[in-house]
């Protein structure tokens, strides 16, 4: 089982960027599927969570609005469009899964999640 994070970047402020997290292995229709990113000297955070069992979303107060998650159910590849980027928002992401429907209390705990993408780096340039 895998999960491949793709499509981060050198971006300017204000740009976009769409990053995906393909899943192979097994399909990921049941699972919560989340991303989320360590900048330099900081500890992980969670970002953006999409609920498989029913289609829900969450997202971090910090990029509300800004950030988009959404799932290809036939190419089992979940995204993460992000807009209007910040420097701020410059870190590693990485996507992880976990079985069923994650509770909100719980979206942000790693042991919830069973399975990691290796991570891709954004950097966004003031």
């Known amino acids: 089982v895998q999960l491949q994070a793709s499509g981060g970047g050198l971006v300017q402020a204000g740009g976009s960027l769409r990053l995906s997290c393909a899943a192979s292995g097994r399909t990921f229709s049941s699972y919560t599927m989340t991303w989320f990113r360590q900048a330099p000297g900081k500890e992980r955070e969670f970002v953006s969570a999409?609920?498989?069992?029913?289609?829900?979303?969450s997202y971090a107060n910090s990029v509300k609005g800004r950030f988009t998650i959404s799932r290809n159910r036939a190419k089992n590849t979940v995204y993460l469009q992000m807009n209007n980027l910040e420097p701020e928002d410059t870190a590693v992401y990485y996507c992880?899964?976990?079985?069923?429907?994650?509770?909100?209390?719980?979206?942000?705990?790693?042991?919830?999640?069973?399975?990691w993408g290796q991570g891709t780096l954004v950097t966004v340039s003031s």
């Open positions: 992880a899964a976990g079985a069923g429907r994650i509770i909100t209390s719980e979206l942000q705990r790693a042991g919830a999640y069973d399975y």
């Open positions: 999409f609920r498989s069992s029913d289609g829900s979303t």
